[in-house]
């Protein structure tokens, strides 16, 4: 049964038993998508996926932790071509290796596991880690590692890039140039070419040390791209500002864009966005800008009161100027015409200690913040359109959050973000209220509902109205299991009840 909010419908499967806990979703053609889940308990289970043709499951199997000479440990499942592809890894006295399973459609083990990455270990303290990354077009796939060194020693990492007929296309093990305590790897990125790109900040030991503070001082951005003729390191200058989180994207082959956020050196806080375009065959920034938050929009959604107490401190001359915290870079989109549209998400954990009673003992209560939505979009000459902020709040505790954050998609000349809220925050008419005044999302029968907030990307004027609810669909949404896919124009959605959940398609 479809429901519907402004221009999107979403077309939903029937309510079944759910087979154990979702982990991902996976979309594959048009209507069509895997289904990972942990089927046990936290010690004792087994992965098993499910194939899903329009909205029904077609096919289900097991996940074999079988490598050669014993059991693997099980580092992600991903579709290679239209191939279900097992990652397993496993460690040979001073070697960790990682072997690729594949399956059929029908969710069969089609050959023996194939060893497809190594590293060296120490035999008695096994640092390090395999991840997988695929390149936004599914055309290339790279299985990375990373190997910490210890305080005085420098990272390690390495590479091995293949195409979906399993060609090597590239790979690399290198040590970084600075050591261990002095950098930290943002991220790797896998260009629709085939490209792998590293991102490391640079930092120097300040003045000042604590142990409630991090004492380094921010020096540098670095960008390695390794390509098969050899290894670039592009430097970002960012004068007296530090990178705070970030993200690459590419459009072309020749360009890279960086965009993130910053701070001051000397603030602890978010001060706005920022981007480079970067011409790889020079090797230098054609494009940049740095946009810092004014007053205005950093306490667009503050109480009077807030507001009353912030200009009375101004008056006095004490009032620093109000900062945001705890931002982290979500995603960037590049657009057809070149232009930039970034997303960003405030996200904290507030830890709560009580004494039990009189035995003396303590216990801890995580309390997980998914609040404000920023986007913001540059145009193709490198100017600032527009900065937007979408209000919510969503809090949970002990949980890790199941029914926070949101999903977003780029379609009709908007970006769109998908996230659970409260229905108080709307009137009858389902026109959102007040941004000063916002109720924290709720997920009862009677008080949840789905939003959908669309940013015009041209003006950057925000429309927000109810998407669906709990009493519609009975069940509650889960938007970090979403899964967009732009190949077909799709989002996929779950959603969960007790032990029952359902699957949903939204197409744009």
Known sequence: MPSQAQDYAVDWGEMQRSNGRMIQI?????????????VGGNLMGSYKVSRHDNLEQVARGS???QVPGGIGTFEGLR??????IAFLSDKRGDTRLLFMQEYTKEVERTNEPIELASYAVDKLIDRGWFDVIQSNNGKYFAVIWEIPGKKEERDRYGFRIYDTDMNEINEGDYRLPFTSELSTIHGHYLSNDGDYFLSISEYEKGERNSIFRDNREFVALHIYHIAQDGLQDYKLDVDDRRIIAMTLSTATTDSLTVTGIYGMKDTPGVDGVFYQRIDLRKGEATMEGFKKFDQDFITQDWSERDINRLERREERGV???PQLYNYRMRE???LDDGSIVGTLEQ???QVNTNNTGQTGDFSNNYHYYYNDIIAYKIDGEGQFDWVSKINKIQVSTNDGGPYSSYESFVADGKLNFIFND???NYDESGDFIDNRLIYAANYSRRRNVVALAS???SSGVIGRKPFFDREDIGALVMPKLFNVNYRSNEVLIYAIWGRKEKFGLLRF
């Open 422 to 424: 409260h229905i108080n």
């Open 26 to 38: 996976l979309p594959d053609s048009m209507g069509n998508f895997y289904a990972l889940r942990w």
């Open 455 to 457: 940013v015009d990307l």
């Open 319 to 321: 009032a620093a100027m």
């Open 79 to 84: 579709l290679v071509g239209d191939r279900p």
């Open 332 to 334: 960037a989109h590049i």
């Open 63 to 65: 996940i074999s932790l």
């Open 347 to 349: 996200y904290y954990i």
